[in-house]
């Protein structure tokens, strides 16, 4: 687990489940001869937020909707609070102490605030309801708007209905598919600020569906990367982004250059000079591919050199510089605001020192010479 919380979170859920909250094991889904979702294993533990993200098709809303019983798997095992909910039983989504919050808020129209919360707590007395729909309703910050209908209400204010109803049942595991993508940029990160802290001062664990690589990123305490149905990656996302496991996930999560390149003893050089070096690989004689991100990359300007500015992008805070390489082959740079090297000028291209590039031989990521490779 990796919730920071200290104290005991406002209304907690009840029973303290040891082990994963939400637990997916080899879970496999196909639509006629269509593998949505092979084989997955996943958890989440106690206080968590796993985000899972991937290509649009790659089956992340297949598994969140296995997750909530809303599909069933073909082979495999889901668990909600460590009770097996599909494999070799079946419980149906109303019965499995999830909480769903959906892109399109699926609020009902008919209903206020108030009465769309209630519609999940139907387990509760009845003299207990109204001081926990006012509870959570404090807890997405709007406690004043009970009495209004969705209609009355901003997309961002729906959202964070949705997620007070969700949350209001008190359930083991929320999970959220796509919640912020019908909003604007900003209020997007305006309503995941808010979404995240309720989980968090509820200690609600949580499983996010987003295409978002900033808000995967920003918003899990781990993050699962999803291609063809299958997790290529698991970890935090620090270790995704900075070590990911392939070409797929490093230009999946963020941008990433690819030069060829060579170790020999322990030194990694490519066609702008030497890289760094790479403990572990002495006695190493070995093509690989060297992967930069574009604050790995440093410019200086240079009138000798063969490679040379093409393309320039504001960004605001940063400029992102396109650089041809004397090979033909294009580095990108983030230049600090007030930085910008017009196209056709001829730059100096380096590694910025202390930089850590991931190796690559094949589509594979690499932490340690491959076998054979030592001489
Ligand atoms: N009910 C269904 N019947 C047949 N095929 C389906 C069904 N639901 C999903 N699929 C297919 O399964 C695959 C995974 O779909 P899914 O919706 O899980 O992907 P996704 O990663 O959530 O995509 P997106 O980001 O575009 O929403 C896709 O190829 C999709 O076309």
Same mark, same amino acid.
């Given at each position: 687990m990796t919730s920071t919380r200290t104290s005991a979170p406002v209304?907690?859920?009840?029973?303290?489940?040891?082990?994963?909250v939400l637990a997916l094991s080899g879970v496999t889904k196909s639509y006629g001869s269509h593998p949505?979702?092979?084989g997955v294993d996943l958890a989440v533990s106690p206080g968590e937020v796993v985000t899972v993200i991937g290509p649009s098709g790659c089956g992340k809303s297949t598994l969140l909707r296995l997750a909530a019983g809303l599909e069933r798997p073909d082979s495999g095992e889901v668990r909600v609070g460590g009770r097996v909910?599909?494999?070799?039983t079946w419980v149906p989504p109303e019965r499995r102490r999830v909480g769903m919050v959906f892109q399109d808020h699926a609020?009902? /129209? !008919?209903?206020d605030v108030a009465h769309n919360i209630a519609?999940?707590?139907?387990?509760?007395p009845r003299s207990q309801r109204a001081g926990r729909i006012a509870e959570v309703l404090e807890l997405v910050g709007?406690?004043?708007?009970?009495?209004?209908? /969705? !209609?009355?209400?901003?997309g961002g204010e729906q959202q964070r209905v949705a997620l007070a109803r969700a949350l209001a049942p008190r359930p083991t595991v929320v999970l959220l598919d796509?919640?912020?993508?019908?909003?604007d940029a900003n209020l997007r990160t305006q309503v995941r600020t808010q979404t995240l802290a309720a989980l968090r001062e509820t200690g609600s664990a949580a499983m996010v569906v987003t295409h978002d690589q900033t808000e995967a990123l920003s918003m899990g305490d781990r993050l699962a990367v999803l291609k063809d149905g299958v997790v290529r990656q698991v970890g935090t996302p620090s270790e995704v982004y900075?070590?990911?496991?392939s070409r797929f996930v490093a230009s999946f999560m963020g941008d990433a250059d690819f030069l060829p390149a060579h170790v020999r003893d322990a030194l990694l050089t490519c066609e702008i000079g030497v890289v760094s070096t790479v403990p572990g690989w002495g006695h190493t004689d070995l093509d690989v591919e060297v992967m930069l991100r574009p604050h790995e990359v440093a410019l200086r300007v240079d009138g000798?050199?063969?490679?040379?500015?093409e393309r320039v992008e504001y960004h605001g805070a940063f400029v992102l510089h396109h650089v041809r390489l004397a090979s033909g082959r294009s580095v990108r740079s983030w230049q600090q605001h007030g930085v910008q090297h017009a196209p056709g000028t001829p730059v100096a291209v380096s590694v910025v020192p202390g930089s850590r590039p991931v190796l690559l031989v094949g589509e594979d990521a690499v932490s340690a010479p491959p076998v054979g490779a030592r001489r």
């Open positions: 209304g907690a859920p009840t029973g303290p489940p040891a082990g994963p949505a979702v092979c909910v599909a494999g070799s609020l009902f /129209p !008919h209903l519609f999940g707590l139907d387990e509760l709007l406690g004043h708007l009970g009495q209004r209908h /969705p !209609h009355e209400l901003s796509e919640p912020f993508s019908s909003l900075e070590s990911p496991s000798t050199s063969h490679d040379v500015v």
